[in-house]
């Protein structure tokens, strides 16, 4: 186990459904980051949170809107998602800034389907 | 910009084999590199990195890496592969400077395959 959890494991939804992913972690980072991985494409960032400011958005459209409330959780709120969206949705940490700091940390990730 | 390449899309060995993963790099500035490993239904695990100094950087499960510079490479290698090695790993790249979110670029995966 890394020390990052990720809630639900799983989760069916339809298109007009509201849910959010929650991602926590207890290690003392600062750095949070949401992925997402599809079948048959490399990975993709989606956003980075550095002490729970928003300091990357690559391009997400705004069906996906994330929340860092504290350098220890991280939120992925989803709302009218598309079929093209079901996919492994990770979350990382990173320690901070600094040398040795370096690493990401992953959770084991939410496996969305969109029907 | 920085990128990787996982030039194989899966890797097949024998158990008891060496085995090796590749990785290619392209980034600005002097690269940090990490390998990861995905095991089914699991998020990422880091492996190894590199960062300065040794060219040959030794991680988990009895991996190593050869970082080199003129080859822009990062290959991943272990002497003698196990049938639990199965799994997929990633090659990723961050460059400097410009990069305070300390963002990763992932290769698109090698799937390693080790038969009894």
């Known amino acids: 186990e890394t020390g990052v959890t990720q809630t639900p494991r799983h989760l069916v939804m339809g298109m007009t459904n509201k849910k959010s992913l929650k991602c926590e972690q207890h290690?003392?980072?600062?750095?949070m980051y949401w992925y997402k991985q599809s079948a048959k494409k490399p990975l993709e960032l989606m956003f980075v949170y550095n002490f729970k400011e928003q300091t990357e958005n690559n391009s997400v459209p705004s069906r996906f809107s994330p929340e860092c409330p504290n350098s220890s959780h991280l939120f992925l709120h989803l709302h009218t998602l598309q079929p093209e969206d079901s996919a492994l949705y990770l979350c990382a940490s990173r320690p901070g800034v600094g040398l040795g700091t370096d690493t990401q940390y992953f959770g084991p990730g939410t496996r969305l389907t969109v029907l | 910009a920085q990128s990787v390449a996982q030039p194989e899309d899966q890797v097949n060995v024998a158990e008891g084999n060496p085995l090796t993963v590749k990785c290619t790099y392209s980034?600005?500035?002097?690269?940090?590199l990490f390998w990861y490993v995905q095991y089914p239904n699991r998020g990422l695990q880091f492996l190894l990195k590199y960062i300065t100094g040794d060219n040959l950087v030794k991680g988990s499960y009895g991996f190593e890496a050869e970082f080199n510079k003129s080859q822009t490479s990062f290959h991943l290698k272990k002497p003698s592969a196990l049938v639990s090695d199965s799994a997929l790993y990633f090659c990723a790249v961050r460059g400097l400077p410009n990069n305070a979110g300390n963002m990763l670029t992932f290769g698109g995966g090698t799937r390693l395959m080790v038969k009894p």
């Open positions: 290690l003392g980072h600062n750095a």
């Open positions: 980034v600005s500035g002097n690269p940090y």
